[in-house]
């Protein structure tokens, strides 16, 4: 099992386990703390986590603003790779293409799906984030361009 799904089953079924534990897979990049990220759903090869709609991450006309949502989805790609990877690789972004398809006016989900990764040879794992408001209208979707190599043998 990989550190971050080991972190997640010391943390579950924990008083207020779910927030710690999202509190300090934001702090794996400080930046991620200022989205206030919380795991909804963990596993390998998908992740889905919510952000709130706050005055903190609101642009000029009072909706979630476009970097708050780069955040999210980058934060998403990058927890859910580290879930899945496995021990002997390692991954860095490379690149990220973003489309705002509608104003994000309520809180958000965002979604990234691994599953049809393989790990063992693939250089390259477009992660795939399609962010929906409460009402399940897709907001923003992004596709982060991750490089997959095997850790240097040390």
């Known amino acids: 099992m990989n550190r971050v799904l080991a972190l997640q089953k010391k943390f579950q079924g924990k008083p207020f386990g ?21 795991v909804i759903e963990l596993r390998h090869n998908y992740l889905k ?12 006309i009072k909706t979630v603003h476009a970097i708050a949502c780069c955040n999210l989805c980058e934060f998403a790609a990058g927890i859910c790779m580290e879930a899945s990877i496995p021990a002997h690789r390692r991954w860095i972004p490379v690149g990220m293409e973003v489309s705002y398809i509608a104003k994000t006016k309520t809180d958000l989900t965002a979604v990234c799906d691994l599953s049809h990764v393989d790990w063992e040879t693939t250089e390259m794992v477009d992660c795939e984030v ?24 040390e």
């Open 18 to 38: 779910n927030i710690i534990f999202s509190k300090i897979l934001a702090g794996m990049a400080p930046y991620f703390k200022t989205i206030k990220p919380r």
């Open 49 to 60: 986590v919510g952000m709130k709609k706050r005055r903190a991450v609101h642009n000029h």
């Open 130 to 153: 399609s962010v929906k408001d409460t009402n399940g209208q897709e907001c923003v979707k992004a596709i982060i361009h991750m490089k997959v190599s095997d850790r240097k043998k």
